[in-house]
C-alpha cells in the first residue's frame, strides 16, 4: 500500500493548492460475443492505486487552508452473483482499506461527487484530449457545476493534463518497482535460455513461443509484455515480425525478442542464436559486431550522459563495421553523415521501459527552445537493443543476406553507471554455443 500512497501524496504535493485531480482506469475490450480480452489496468492508474480492477478512478483533492488532502476511490459495488460467474471483487469498503484511501465510493455515485468536488475547485487535472468518452465525462461534470451557479458555486478555471505529471514521476522506478523490474528481467531471461535449449532445425517458431510462454507464466508472470517475435532466417529481416509460424532451417538464425510483464512492469529482451547451435562465420561476424555496438552502448550510459548518447555509441560501431565487412563503401564519416548505415540497421538503439514496454517519459528536454536530448538520472530504465538486417541487394555480400540479429537487454541508471536487469539470459557466442550442445 505504501508506495502508492506515497505517490498520491507526491502528485498531491504538486497540484495546485484547492485543485482536483481524477484518472480513471483503462476499460474492458470485448474480443467477440461473451469474451473480453484479458483485462489490463491502466499502467498510470495502477501506479497511483495498485488496484487492478475495471471500472474505477482515482480523484484526488489537494489541500486548502484547514481543508486536508484527500484520496478517493471509485470501484464496482460488491455483487453476490457477479461475483459467482466473475469473482472476487472489493467493494469500495474494503478497497478503502486494503489501499489506503480516504473514501471509497460505488463507481455509480461518481458524477454527482464530481460535480460536488468541482464546486469553487481553483482546477482540474485530468487526462485531456485522449479520449472522446472522458471528454464528454468531464463536459458534462462542468455543466453540472454550472448549474449551481445560483448558490455561488463556481466551475474550475482551469484544466491541466495530467499524465504528463505522472508520467514525469514513472520515469523514475523506485525501489519496489525495481525490485519486480529485476525479477521480471530474470524470469525472461530464464525463458530465452529455455527457448535457446529447445531449439534445434525443424522446430517451428510457435513451439519456441510456447517454451517462453510457458516459463512466464510458470514464474506467475501474468502476460507477456508485448506479442513474442520468434523470428528464424529471413524473418529475422521484418522488425515486428510476430507471425511465429514458420519451420526454423539448419544453418539458419533465430531472433527472439520477448519479455513478461511482472505484476504491471515489462522486460524486453532479444536474444539471437543458431538453430543448430553454432554460428557459421559470416553469422558470427555480425553477431559479434552486434555485441560490440551494445557495448559501446552500454559505456554511454551513467548519469550526466544524455539520453541519445547509447545510440549514438552504437551507430557508430555498427557503421564501422558495416564498413569493414563490405557492407558499405566510403568513409566512417560519409556514413555517418549520410545516415547510409540506415539500410541496415533502422531503428533506434532504445526506449524507455516501465509500467509500458515503450514506457512514458520525455526524451527531450521540452522547456528548452533547442529540445536537446534529455539527460541520463538514477532510476531511470531503459532498452539498449542494437542491431543489424540484412535484405538480398546488388552489391551486399551474399553471405550476410537473409541475416537479422538484434541484441537486446533493459538496465536501470545508477550512480555511477547501471545496474543491467536481463544478465541473465545467454549472450556471448561461447556462452550460447555452450549451452545449445
Ligand atoms: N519488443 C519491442 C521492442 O523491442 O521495442
Ligand atoms: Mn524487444
Ligand atoms: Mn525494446
Redesign the pocket.
Known amino acids: 500500500m505504501k508506495p502508492y500512497s506515497d505517490r498520491r501524496a507526491r502528485l498531491l504535493a504538486r497540484m495546485e493548492p484547492g485543485s482536483v485531480a481524477v484518472i480513471g482506469t483503462a476499460p474492458e475490450v470485448a474480443r467477440n460475443a461473451d469474451t473480453e480480452y484479458p483485462y489490463r489496468h491502466d499502467s498510470s492508474f495502477y501506479y497511483l492505486t495498485g488496484f487492478s480492477e475495471p471500472e474505477a478512478v482515482l480523484l484526488l483533492v489537494a489541500p486548502r487552508g484547514t481543508a486536508g488532502a484527500q484520496s478517493i476511490l471509485f470501484c464496482r459495488e460488491k455483487h453476490a452473483e457477479s461475483e459467482i460467474w466473475d469473482g472476487y471483487r472489493y467493494g469500495p469498503e474494503a478497497a478503502r482499506d486494503a489501499f489506503g484511501f480516504d473514501f471509497a465510493f460505488p463507481i455509480g455515485a461518481l458524477d454527482e461527487h464530481m460535480v460536488r468536488q468541482l464546486a469553487n475547485a481553483t482546477a482540474l487535472y485530468a487526462p485531456l484530449g485522449r479520449s472522446a468518452a472522458a471528454s464528454a465525462q468531464q463536459q458534462r461534470w462542468l455543466e453540472g457545476v454550472r448549474k449551481l451557479a445560483r448558490s455561488g458555486a463556481t466551475a474550475p478555471p482551469v484544466l491541466r493534463d495530467l499524465p504528463p505529471l505522472v508520467e514525469e514521476m514513472r520515469l523514475f522506478k523506485d525501489e519496489h518497482e525495481s525490485a519486480i523490474m529485476l525479477r521480471a528481467g530474470e524470469i525472461s531471461a530464464g525463458a530465452h535460455a529455455r527457448a535457446m535449449r529447445f531449439a534445434r532445425p525443424g522446430v517451428y517458431e510457435y513451439e519456441l513461443e510456447a517454451e517462453l510462454l510457458h516459463e512466464f507464466r510458470r514464474h506467475g508472470a501474468q502476460f507477456p509484455a508485448?506479442t513474442p517475435i520468434v523470428a528464424s532466417g529471413p524473418n529475422a529481416c521484418v522488425l515486428h515480425y510476430n507471425a511465429n509460424n514458420r519451420r526454423v532451417q539448419d544453418g539458419e538464425l533465430v531472433l527472439i525478442?520477448a519479455g513478461c510483464e511482472l505484476d504491471g512492469y515489462a522486460s524486453?529482451i532479444?536474444r539471437t542464436f543458431p538453430a543448430n547451435g553454432r554460428f557459421s562465420k559470416p553469422q558470427q561476424a555480425l553477431y559479434e559486431l552486434v555485441l560490440a555496438a551494445q557495448q559501446a552502448a552500454f559505456g554511454a550510459i551513467a548519469p550526466g550522459r544524455q539520453y541519445h548518447d547509447a545510440h549514438d555509441a552504437a551507430v557508430r560501431v555498427l557503421a564501422q563495421g558495416m564498413l569493414d565487412l563490405g557492407l558499405l563503401a566510403g568513409t566512417l564519416d560519409e556514413v555517418l553523415a549520410q545516415k547510409t548505415y540506415t539500410r541496415f540497421y533502422m531503428h533506434g538503439t532504445g526506449?524507455w521501459i516501465g509500467m509500458d514496454?515503450?514506457d512514458v517519459g520525455l526524451y527531450r528536454d521540452t522547456a528548452r527552445e533547442d529540445k536537446p536530448s534529455r539527460l541520463l538520472q538514477p532510476g531511470m530504465a531503459m532498452?539498449v537493443?542494437p542491431g543489424i538486417y540484412v535484405r538480398p541487394a546488388p552489391g551486399v555480400p551474399e553471405q550476410y543476406w537473409h541475416i537479422g540479429i538484434r541484441i537486446?537487454d533493459d538496465v536501470i541508471v545508477r550512480d555511477g553507471g547501471y545496474q543491467l536487469l536481463t544478465g541473465g539470459a545467454p549472450k556471448t557466442v561461447a556462452e550460447i554455443e555452450a549451452l545449445m550442445t
Open positions: 508485448y525478442d524486453d532479444t526506449h514496454v515503450h532498452t537493443e537486446e
